[in-house]
């Protein structure tokens, strides 16, 4: 095994032991979580590192990075990857996200919809979508009101392409993690009374995990705890 990859193996062994005692403490059964592993600044080779530990569902933020690094393992023959898009995203990268990305976790506008569904149509692909969730209304971070959230999950249930798997979000700079993931969960009940495919609520990253296991998170993003540190974005 290589360096790195005895690296990355170790950090996992210590992020299983976190979930697992989350899961204990909220009584919980760890099958019913699925961790993505963000693997945003990270190489391609990483990803291969994690799918040979075990780990497929990978997250990116950033649609130029993650499409070369979709390329680079399909072309390696890496069976079984799905990628995650969990990043703000723009309307004109959409069609390029639709072409690789299997879940989507930052939907949150109408145009942002239908730009993924024309491009996935064109792609034919399906992809599932997350509607994120704002729960500050903070525009720089993206997301959707609570208010709008029904009129936004009717717009994708519209599209061709597309399939409603729940909500994502972040828990806003400031606030109680635990607060804040128990109201998305709270909204992800409520979508799921009119859409019952939208049952996922990703939510929690390296730093606050714990509370999102503790809400009833069923999709946690967790870049620095697998990987390490992040250089920082330029
Ligand atoms: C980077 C990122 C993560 C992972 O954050 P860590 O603190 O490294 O675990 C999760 N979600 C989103 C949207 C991110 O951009």
């Not at 703000?88 to 990305?101: D, E």
């Not at 049952?199 to 993003?221: I, K, P, Q, Y």
Request: hydrophobic fraction near 50%; glycine fraction near 10%.
């Amino acid at each position: 095994m290589t360096a790195r990859r005895a690296e990355i193996a170790a950090n996992l062994e210590r992020l299983e032991t976190r979930i697992a005692a989350a899961c204990a403490a909220a009584g919980r059964s760890r099958d019913e979580i699925t961790l993505v592993a963000v693997t945003k600044t990270f190489p391609a080779d990483d990803v291969m590192h994690l799918a040979a530990l075990g780990v497929r569902e990978v997250g990116e933020n950033r649609d130029q990075d993650a499409a070369a690094k979709a390329r680079a393992c399909r072309d390696a023959g890496v069976p079984g990857l799905v990628w995650h898009f969990v990043g703000q995203l723009q309307r004109n990268k959409a069609a390029s996200v639709a072409s690789y990305a299997d879940v989507v976790h930052s939907v949150d506008s109408e145009r942002l919809l239908a730009a993924l569904d024309r491009g996935a149509v064109r792609a034919g692909r399906t992809l599932e979508v997350l509607l994120q969730v704002s729960l500050d209304g903070d525009p720089g971070r993206g997301g959707v009101l609570a208010p709008d959230l029904a009129a936004l999950a009717r717009a994708t249930v519209g599209c061709e392409a597309l399939v409603l798997r729940g909500l994502m979000a972040v828990a806003p700079l400031g606030w109680d993690p635990r607060q804040a993931f128990d109201e998305v969960v709270a909204l992800g009940a409520g979508l799921r009374r009119d859409h019952p495919t939208a049952t996922w609520v990703s939510a929690g990253m390296s730093g606050d995990l714990e509370a999102a296991v503790a809400a009833g998170a069923t999709h946690l993003r967790v870049g620095g705890a697998v990987l390490g540190s992040r250089p920082p974005l330029g």
